[in-house]
């Protein structure tokens, strides 16, 4: 470890190293987000994160822990063990207005400016390009794969609407629904049919009322993806996918119950089959870890960011929160100025690439080095 007094010259130096590399980050970035892949499928993003690493000393692994788009590259050899972690998914439709363009290269440009000086800082940095965050829940995987093994912190920056050092805690199940029911002529023999879309309906309502008894934080999502092929056929099969979040894991079990209940319903009033199968692990509410939040706030605001005292909205859910019980973490957020645009719209796909993002990318790769170089000179 490095002593308190070396460490403001050593963060220069990292920050030096980072500006350095702005074209090729930006480039990343844009890169990125020209070419929008869903999750597990990031051939090109996951290649290109590797790629950038590998140019910049690390020692790469791409498509490890069983996942062809995960990526693990590290650099020095320190007591510290800290992961960066990059992400790079789009969603369906909207590309990447989650902003994971600006996480990936935000992670590489942290990793290359701490690479250099990682065993002067005695540091162990990793980076961990963790695919399908967008529900597939590609970090829970890793983490029971042991890619979060042996880590002392790990940490990550999220684009938003807003600026806030925490992100709120939100957990969040996944879960696909299908009725299976029996087909008829809609006109001549509807009594001969089991109506799979009126199960899907009967469900829809049942969980309408129940929100009446949920709390202020809990939330019921879904889409229906298939009710019927043509209005004379009785539905014979109904689909949906549904989300349920609530604030921790412990609060969103009985929540899930009796959302389940709303489908069993269903079925029960029309006489359908039911099946109800996770689309991916539950994600865990995310538990900040306050040292090291205070630590990226200061460096943050040393680079002008500065953070409302209303904080971000709850609501959204990430897989970082399954690793944030196991390994202390932070996933600050990153504020672009774009409202009323926000996370999940087209409008926020087109922030992802303005002058303010191609900013978040730089601020947040220094902030996230600077904090590793911090935790460096303040451990024991």
Not at 46 to 72: I, M
Not at 112 to 139: C, I, N, Q, S
Not at 248 to 272: N, Q
Not at 288 to 301: C, F, G, P, Q
Request: aromatic letters at 4%.
């Amino acid at each position: 470890m490095i002593a308190a007094g070396e460490n403001a010259a050593m963060k220069s130096e990292i920050e030096r190293r980072i500006r350095a590399a702005e074209g090729d980050l930006l480039g990343l970035s844009h890169r990125i987000h020209a070419h929008p892949e869903l999750g597990y499928e990031e051939e090109r993003a996951s290649a290109w994160v590797a790629e950038a690493l590998s140019k910049g000393g690390f020692a790469v692994e791409h498509g490890c822990y069983g996942l062809p788009t995960a990526v693990r590259a590290t650099a020095g050899s320190g007591p510290l063990h800290i992961a960066i972690c990059a992400e790079y998914d789009a969603l369906p439709g909207i590309g990447h207005a989650c902003g994971h363009n600006v996480i990936a290269a935000a992670a590489v440009g942290a990793g290359l400016g701490l690479a250099p000086y990682a065993d002067a800082l005695g540091l162990t940095v990793t980076v961990l390009g963790t695919p399908a965050e967008e529900g597939g829940g590609g970090k829970v995987l890793m983490l029971e794969r042991g890619a979060f093994d042996g880590l002392d912190a790990a940490m990550m920056v999220h684009p938003a609407a807003v600026e806030s050092v925490v992100m709120p805690p939100t957990a969040m199940a996944m879960f696909d629904v299908s009725y299976r029911g029996k087909p008829a002529h809609a006109g001549a023999a509807p009594e001969l049919g089991v109506n799979a879309a009126d199960a899907m309906t009967v469900a829809q309502v049942a969980i309408g009322l129940l929100r009446q008894q949920t709390t202020a934080a809990d939330r019921i999502q879904g889409i229906v993806t298939a009710a019927g092929t043509a209005p004379n056929v009785i539905p014979d099969a109904s689909s949906g996918r549904w989300v349920v979040r609530s604030d921790t894991l412990e609060s969103l079990t009985p929540l899930k119950e009796r959302v389940h209940r709303c489908f069993e319903a269903g079925a029960l009033a029309t006489g359908c089959e039911l099946t109800i199968e996770p689309s991916a692990p539950d994600y865990a509410d995310v538990r900040t870890d306050a040292r090291m939040a205070r630590l990226y706030r200061a460096n943050a605001e040393a680079l002008g960011r500065v953070f409302p005292e209303a904080g971000a909205p709850a609501g959204a859910a990430t897989d970082m929160g399954n690793v944030s019980h196991k390994v202390p973490v932070i996933h600050p957020l990153l504020g672009l100025d774009c409202a009323p645009a926000v996370n999940h719209q087209p409008e926020f796909t087109a922030a992802c690439v303005t002058e303010n993002a191609d900013r978040a990318v730089l601020d947040g790769a220094i902030a996230m080095a600077w904090t590793a170089a911090d935790l460096s000179a303040s451990a024991p």
